[in-house]
């Protein structure tokens, strides 16, 4: 299959088909971290190129709910920031895949279609991830020990905070980190490994 990973600049996924023989390419406005097959350019001008898969991971700094404290002074990225949602959503692609943390897209387009966690696929980490499909089944959790099977998980650790608020440890240390955002958005190789397995 011809597959494109919107907004990758890690390569994780693109990596995650391209061992599985598909003809897989990334796209971010950064170059790719992964030597490989990378477009360096805006996505949306090479929507229409024949793709048969995409998977899209849009920026989620004005649509996660961990931003809800500044929604009020951000209507207009808000706007363009769904605008963006809205063109992947309806690109001529016969499967998408979009994936995101919990926010708006679900409110203002609609509701996923699953969520998942990296812990369910063999990573011991806690992030929530909405995935909103077309044509495409759900992934199904590789980690026996994931919660859809009755059993405990290894999570991670957290780190507790004053006010009894708990924060996934691996996320709250990133705070400190200038490069902490890149470092979030990128796809844990546990869930890259089963969007390849499931829909390649």
């Known amino acids: 299959m011809k597959i494109l990973v919107a907004c990758e600049f890690s390569g994780i996924v693109r990596e995650a088909f391209r061992k599985r023989g ?33 998977i899209a991971h849009p920026p989620c700094t004005h649509l996660a709910c961990s931003g809800a404290a500044w ?21 001529p692609i016969e499967k998408i895949a979009l994936e995101n943390p919990v926010g708006i897209i679900s409110t203002r387009i609609r509701p996923p279609e699953q969520i998942i966690q990296p812990y369910q696929f063999g990573d011991p980490f806690q992030k929530t991830t909405c995935l909103w499909l077309k ?24 780190i507790e905070f004053a006010s009894g608020k ?12 200038g490069e902490r955002a890149k470092i979030r ?4 190789r546990g869930i890259a490994d089963a969007m390849a397995n499931t829909w390649g």
């Open 22 to 54: 598909h003809d897989a390419w990334s796209c971010d406005l950064l170059p790719t971290e992964i030597p490989g097959n990378h477009i360096q350019g805006d996505v949306l001008e090479i929507l229409n190129d024949g793709w048969d898969l995409m």
């Open 71 to 91: 929604f009020y002074k951000k209507e207009r990225e808000q706007k363009e920031a769904l605008e963006f949602v809205r063109a992947l959503l309806d690109a």
């Open 135 to 158: 044509n495409l089944p759900k992934l199904i959790p590789s980690c026996m020990d994931a919660p859809l099977f009755g059993m405990s998980v290894d999570k991670g650790e957290f």
């Open 166 to 177: 708990k924060m996934a440890k691996w996320y709250a240390l990133l705070r400190r980190d």
């Open 185 to 188: 958005s990128r796809t844990f």
